[in-house]
């Protein structure tokens, strides 16, 4: 399984973002798919969430109305579009692929991460 985020960067408060995320090594269509992001000094917070086919998202509460998280399963990528940034919006964003694996008769889901991208709003 790899996530290769991208997009990332410097931007002015007020300003958009589009973040993507690569998957490859799974079956892409077949599982949701999560953003998440970390400050510095804080604990790595839950984004948003999509469903396998894109037909259910769930965000967090700060998140609403600024961050949409869509996906297209021909590309296997999810992305985040980021409006209306603000300065406490900087963070390094992951995505986060949860996977079962079935073990005789039990099924085991592993956590698969990104190795993040920067974003920085300042001006």
């Known amino acids: 399984v790899q996530l290769v985020e991208s997009g990332g960067g410097l931007v002015q408060p007020g300003g958009s973002l589009r973040l993507s995320c690569a998957a490859s090594?799974?079956?892409?269509?077949?599982?949701?798919m999560s953003w998440y992001r970390q400050s510095p000094g804080k604990e790595r917070e839950l984004v948003a969430t999509?469903?396998?086919?894109?037909?259910?998202?769930n965000y967090a509460d700060s998140m609403k109305g600024r961050f949409t998280i869509s996906r297209d399963n021909a590309e296997n990528t999810v992305y985040l579009q980021m409006n209306t940034l603000k300065p406490e919006d900087t963070a390094v964003y992951y995505c986060?692929?949860?996977?079962?694996?079935?073990?005789?008769?039990?099924?085991?889901?592993?956590?698969?991460w990104g190795q993040g991208t920067q974003v920085t709003v300042s001006s």
């Open positions: 986060l692929a949860v996977i079962s694996t079935v073990v005789g008769v039990t099924v085991r889901w592993d956590h698969y």
């Open positions: 090594g799974f079956t892409f269509s077949s599982y949701a």
């Open positions: 999509i469903s396998s086919d894109g037909g259910r998202t």
